[in-house]
C-alpha cells in the first residue's frame, strides 16, 4: 500500500475473506460480522469447492492495527470452525473510484530521486505491481540512473504485462547497456523462446553461454529451442551435455525422452 504512495491514513475500503467447505458455518460467521457492522458483500461457491465469505468495512488502520485485526479476525473464524481467514484486499472509500490514481502515483513518483526512484522501482517490481513498477523505471531510463538495470527489470515487467515485443525491445537495451548482462541475455532467450522466436532464443543463449560456459540451464535453453526448429541431433546433444552438467536437470530429462523417440 506505502509503496504505490496510497495514504493509509485516510478512510480507505477492506475487503476481508474467509473459506470453508461447509457453507453454514460462514452464514453463522457472516451474522456475527454483520453484528459488528461488517457490510456482508458475498457468500459463494468457488471453483475448489469451497465457499468464500467476503465482508467490508470503512476504516482507517495502521500497519499494527491492521496486524490486530487480522488476528481477531482469525480467532473469530476460529471459534465459528471456520477453516481459513485469507486475508485482506484494499479500495477506495469510494469503489467507483481507484485506489491510486495514475495521477497521483505520479505525484507520489515525482517526490523520489535518484537511487530513491530506482529502490521505489524494485520494491515495485518485487510486489509484481507491474504497471506502477513500468512507470518508474520508464522514469528512472529518462533520468539516466542505473540505465543497464533500469532497462532490464522494464524489459521483464513489459513482458509480464503481456507487452512481450516491447519487452524484448528493453532486455536488449540492457545488453547494449552492459554487453556482459547474463541475465538479460538469458531472459531473452526464455523470453523468445516462450513466443515462438526459436532462432533468436538460440541466438540469445548462445550469447548467455559465451558469459557463463556450461551452465545446464543455457545449455538446456538452446536445446529447447534447437528441438522446436526440428534440429533433433543438435538438440540432443545439447540435451545430454546439460545432463552431464547437471544429472537432475527435469527438463533435459523430459527432452531427452522425447529426443529418444524422434531419433533412432
Known amino acids: 500500500m506505502e509503496v504505490q504512495g496510497v495514504d493509509t491514513k ?3 475500503l477492506y475487503g476481508y475473506f474467509f473459506f470453508d467447505k461447509d457453507k453454514s458455518k460462514l452464514e453463522k460467521l457472516k451474522n456475527d460480522l454483520v453484528a459488528q457492522s461488517y457490510l456482508f458483500v458475498e457468500l459463494d461457491k468457488k471453483e475448489n469447492g469451497e465457499y468464500m465469505l467476503h465482508v467490508e468495512k470503512v476504516e482507517k488502520h495502521t500497519r499494527q492495527s491492521l496486524r490486530e485485526r487480522e488476528q481477531n479476525l482469525r480467532v473469530l473464524a476460529a471459534k465459528h470452525n471456520v477453516s481459513s481467514f485469507d ?58 540512473i542505473k540505465p543497464d538495470t533500469s532497462a532490464y527489470k522494464l524489459g521483464n515487467t513489459l513482458v509480464n504485462e503481456n507487452k512481450v515485443q516491447q519487452g ?25 523462446y516462450d513466443n515462438g522466436q526459436f532462432q533468436k532464443s538460440i541466438e540469445y543463449y548462445q550469447q548467455a553461454d559465451k558469459l557463463k560456459p556450461n551452465d545446464d540451464r543455457i545449455i538446456y535453453g538452446i536445446a529447447a529451442s534447437q528441438y522446436a526448429i526440428q534440429q533433433y ?17 527435469d527438463n533435459a530429462k523430459q527432452l531427452l525422452q522425447i529426443l529418444s523417440g524422434k531419433i533412432r
Not at 515525482?110 to 505491481?129: H, S, V
Not at 541431433?233 to 536437470?249: E, I, P, R, T, V
Request: glycine share 4%; proline share 3%.
Open 10 to 12: 485516510q478512510n480507505l
Open 233 to 249: 541431433d543438435k538438440s540432443l546433444a545439447n540435451c545430454k551435455k546439460a545432463l552431464q552438467l547437471n544429472k537432475d536437470n
Open 168 to 192: 524484448i525491445d528493453y532486455l536488449v537495451q540492457a545488453t547494449k547497456y552492459n554487453p556482459n548482462y547474463l541475465s538479460a541475455f538469458f531472459n531473452l532467450g526464455a523470453t523468445c
Open 87 to 144: 486475508g485482506f484486499d484494499i479500495g477506495n472509500e469510494d469503489p467507483t473510484q481507484p485506489l491510486v490514481s495514475n495521477e497521483s502515483f505520479s505525484k507520489f513518483m515525482a517526490q523520489k530521486k535518484g537511487n530513491d526512484l530506482f529502490n521505489l522501482g524494485i520494491e515495485l517490481y518485487d510486489l509484481e505491481i507491474n504497471d506502477k513498477a513500468e512507470l518508474v523505471f520508464r522514469e528512472c531510463l529518462k533520468q539516466k
